[in-house]
C-alpha cells in the first residue's frame, strides 16, 4: 500500500486564511448590527464548511484502488482496474478555468477545463508536480497534487501493471 499527504502549500494556506478572516471579521462586523443581518453569512459559513469537508487531504494506492480521501467527504475511488495511464504533469498552465467547484479555500478541487487536458476533475492543494489519471471508463480525467507525485505515478505503475 502506497500513501502520500496532500498539504496545502503557502499559496493555498494564505487563501484560506484570508478567506477565513474575511467570514470571521463579517461575523464580527455584523455581529452588532443584528441578528436579521447576521442570517445572512449563515449561507456562507456552510458553503465553506461543504468546502472544508470535500477538500483533499491524502492518496492511498492498494492493490484494488486508487483513493482521493478527503476531510469529511467520502473518498473519490477509482478502481485500478479502470485506469488508462497514470503520467506526470510539471503544472496546469496558463488557461486552466474552473467550470465548478473550489479555488483556493483548502485548495483547488471540482470540475476545470483546459487545452491541453479538456475538462477534467482537479483534486489540488498546491503548484507545480501534479498526476494525471486517464480512465479507460469514459469518465473525466482526474489530476491530483500528492504531496509525492513522482511515487504516486510509480505506485500507480506497479500496483495495476500499466505504462506510464
Not at 482521493?68 to 504533469?89: D, G, H
Request: aromatic fraction near 8%.
Amino acid at each position: 500500500m502506497f500513501r502520500t499527504g496532500m498539504t496545502l502549500d503557502r499559496t493555498n494556506r494564505a487563501m484560506t486564511l484570508l478567506c477565513a478572516f474575511v467570514v470571521l471579521g463579517a461575523f464580527v462586523g455584523l455581529s452588532a448590527r443584528g441578528g436579521t443581518v447576521m442570517l445572512l453569512l449563515v449561507p456562507v459559513v456552510v458553503v465553506l464548511g461543504f468546502a472544508w469537508a470535500m477538500s483533499p487531504c491524502e492518496i492511498v494506492i492498494d492493490a484494488r484502488e486508487l483513493r482521493i480521501l478527503r476531510r469529511a467527504w467520502r473518498p473519490m475511488r477509482i478502481p485500478l482496474a479502470a485506469i488508462a495511464s497514470a503520467t506526470p504533469l510539471d503544472h496546469l498552465g496558463v488557461g486552466t478555468i474552473r467550470l465548478f467547484g473550489v479555488g483556493g479555500f483548502f485548495g483547488s478541487y471540482g470540475v476545470f477545463t483546459n487545452a491541453a487536458l479538456g475538462r477534467f476533475r482537479l483534486y489540488a492543494t498546491r503548484r507545480g508536480a501534479a498526476v494525471v489519471v486517464r480512465r479507460r471508463d469514459g469518465k473525466p480525467t482526474i489530476v491530483f497534487t500528492p504531496n509525492d507525485a513522482a511515487g504516486t505515478v510509480k505506485a500507480l505503475t506497479a500496483e495495476s501493471g500499466m505504462q506510464t
